[in-house]
T-cell receptor, first 110, second 114 residues
Framework: GQNIDQPTEMTATEGAIVQINCTYQTSGFNGLFWYQQHAGEAPTFLSYNVLDGLEEKGRFSSFLSRSKGYSYLLLKELQMKDSASYLCAVRDPGANNLFFGTGTRLTVIP | KAGVTQTPRYLIKTRGQQVTLSCSPISGHRSVSWYQQTPGQGLQFLFEYFSETQRNKGNFPGRFSGRQFSNSRSEMNVSTLELGDSALYLC?????????????FGPGTRLLVL
């Protein structure tokens, strides 16, 4: 089976750095995705990791450790518009569908 | 390129009715996946269609079905609606062999069953 855990809610201050963790237990591994979802909107793709290490893309970075079943999403220089849910998802081995965690609702405060 | 589109955006039905939702993928994308999103369960995979064939299926009852047309547009159908089917239904399209087969989501159809 697949199990993905993320914190339910986090709060951080504008301009700060926040790290959102995701742990997973899956039968096989075929890539990990992070999506951002604003309330009432579609999830939008942020990052993809399939090898261990850090992937940096502007203010957003994502890290993966396959041996530990662990990933994190790092958001730097937080802006108010970063208030959203952040979804961690792993791809089913040998298939294209994604298994999602329940998401982390991030609130950025002034 | 236009993104994934879904119609209708909102729908209200009563128990026992059936509903059909539509999804048009990004141009050139041949894979369409459907997900159900609820506050308690998060995003759960329903099924995936590729080249008009169901390629993969999640753990949902047979009341949930889908199909894909030759132009890659997809529909999903839910028969004998139950209150618990109230959810946001999202479709996502991807293109095998490109950009890590990233799935791009449409805006969703919000279904309310009364």
């Amino acid at each position: 089976g697949q199990n993905i855990d993320q914190p339910t809610e986090m709060t951080a201050t504008e301009g700060a750095i926040v790290q959102i963790n995701c742990t997973y237990q899956t039968s096989g591994f075929n890539g990990l995705f992070w999506y951002q979802q604003h309330a009432g909107e579609a999830p939008t793709f942020l990052s993809y990791n399939v090898l261990d290490g850090l992937e940096e893309k502007g203010r957003f970075s994502s890290f993966l450790s396959r041996s530990k079943g662990y990933s994190y999403l790092l958001l730097k220089e937080l802006q108010m518009k970063d208030s959203a849910s952040y979804l961690c998802a792993v791809r089913d081995p040998g298939a294209n569908n994604l298994f999602f965690g329940t998401g982390t609702r991030l609130t950025v405060i002034p | 390129k236009a993104g994934v589109t879904q119609t209708p955006r909102y729908l209200i039905k009563t128990r026992g009715q059936q509903v059909t939702l539509s999804c048009s993928p990004i141009s050139g994308h041949r894979s369409v996946s459907w997900y159900q999103q609820t506050p308690g369960q998060g995003l759960q995979f329903l099924f995936e269609y590729f080249s008009e064939t169901q390629r993969n299926k999640g753990n949902f009852p047979g009341r949930f079905s889908g199909r894909q047309f030759s132009n890659s547009r997809s529909e999903m159908n839910v028969s004998t609606l139950e209150l618990g089917d109230s959810a946001l239904y999202l479709c996502a399209s991807s293109s095998p062999g490109t950009n890590k087969e990233t799935q791009y989501f449409g805006p969703g159809t919000r279904l309310l069953v009364l």
